[in-house]
């Protein structure tokens, strides 16, 4: 078993134990202290109490890539001032602890396989999986109402996922249909008389992490509001055949 003191793995090298997969989300939550980035390098601030007269000699940070079970010494903050400057090599979940030690070098041991770590990271960098499903038109009175439908994969979705826009070309400019909205799988659009007679329609959806992807339907949606009507103009007299 690794002992906390040892020092961590260059991590640059990507020689750091594996993190527990994103696929597998532990159930291990803190009351609350899990935080999701979507990017490998990040800070953590901390606060130091209780110094004494002979200041702080050091501040070492432990990271456990297997909720606590292994622990290891990641490394001392050079200048003992929050915050911690850290960076993982992959996506996954990291619990971390800070230890302090005063100018005499006393202080808390290091964590111990089995302790809770004080915060947990979940490194996500991972867009959601987007499917923009066919979009269906009403008919007669209702021809003015589009439902467009998709379905979105993910494991961490943000609290209100989605949010809807049309454009009268692929290139835009895009307008919102709809904020960012729950992730019902569906939407019904009442196209307005001022809306264009033929448009595009772009599905963006989002994680807890920030991660966002979009999709867009590949061919227009044409909707005719217009009523043809007719009017008489003219009366015009059919020639008569003179009779032999």
Same mark, same amino acid.
């Given at each position: 078993?690794?002992?906390?003191?040892?020092?961590?793995?260059?991590?640059?090298?990507?020689?750091?134990?594996?993190?527990?997969?994103?696929?597998?989300? #532990?159930?291990? &939550?803190? =009351?609350?202290?899990?935080?999701?980035?979507?990017?490998? @390098?990040?800070?953590?601030?901390? @606060?130091?109490?209780?110094?004494?007269?002979?200041?702080? !000699?050091?501040?070492?940070?432990?990271?456990?890539?297997?909720? !606590? &079970?292994?622990? $290891?010494? /990641?490394?001392?903050?050079?200048?003992?001032?929050?915050?911690?400057?850290?960076? *993982?090599?992959?996506? !996954?979940?990291?619990?971390?602890?800070?230890?302090?030690?005063? %100018?005499?070098?006393?202080?808390?041991?290091? +964590?111990?396989? !089995?302790?809770?770590?004080?915060?947990?990271?979940?490194?996500?960098?991972? +867009?959601?999986?987007?499917?923009?499903?066919?979009?269906?038109?009403?008919? %007669?009175?209702?021809?003015?109402?589009?439902?467009?439908?998709?379905?979105?994969?993910?494991?961490?979705?943000?609290?209100?996922?989605?949010?809807? $826009? /049309?454009?009268?070309?692929?290139?835009?400019?895009?307008?919102?249909?709809?904020?960012?909205?729950?992730?019902? %799988?569906? $939407?019904?659009? #009442?196209?307005?008389?001022? #809306?264009?007679?033929?448009?595009?329609?772009?599905?963006?959806?989002?994680?807890?992490?920030? =991660? *966002?992807?979009?999709?867009?339907?590949?061919?227009?949606? *044409?909707?005719?509001?217009? &009523?043809?009507?007719?009017?008489?103009?003219?009366?015009?007299?059919? +020639?008569?055949?003179?009779? &032999?």
């Amino acid at each position: 078993m690794t002992s906390p003191d040892d020092q961590r793995p260059n991590i640059v090298q990507d020689r750091w134990p594996a993190a527990t997969p994103t696929s597998e989300p #532990s159930t291990f &939550r803190l =009351n609350g202290r899990q935080r999701i980035v979507n990017t490998l @390098k990040f800070q953590l601030g901390y @606060k130091v109490d209780d110094v004494g007269p002979s200041g702080v !000699g050091g501040v070492d940070l432990y990271i456990t890539p297997d909720n !606590g &079970r292994q622990w $290891y010494r /990641y490394g001392e903050d050079p200048d003992r001032t929050s915050p911690f400057e850290v960076q *993982v090599p992959r996506d !996954g979940e990291y619990g971390f602890t800070v230890r302090v030690r005063s %100018g005499a070098g006393l202080g808390l041991e290091p +964590p111990t396989p !089995g302790e809770s770590p004080s915060i947990q990271i979940v490194v996500d960098q991972t +867009p959601p999986a987007l499917e923009l499903l066919p979009i269906r038109q009403g008919q %007669g009175t209702d021809l003015n109402q589009i439902t467009i439908q998709w379905k979105i994969t993910e494991e961490r979705p943000a609290d209100k996922p989605v949010s809807i $826009y /049309y454009a009268p070309s692929p290139q835009g400019p895009w307008e919102p249909i709809s904020g960012w909205r729950a992730d019902t %799988g569906s $939407y019904a659009w #009442s196209v307005g008389l001022g #809306s264009p007679a033929q448009f595009w329609v772009r599905v963006v959806a989002r994680d807890a992490a920030g =991660n *966002v992807t979009q999709a867009e339907t590949t061919q227009p949606i *044409v909707v005719d509001l217009a &009523r043809p009507t007719a009017r008489i103009v003219d009366v015009e007299m059919m +020639p008569t055949t003179t009779p &032999r």
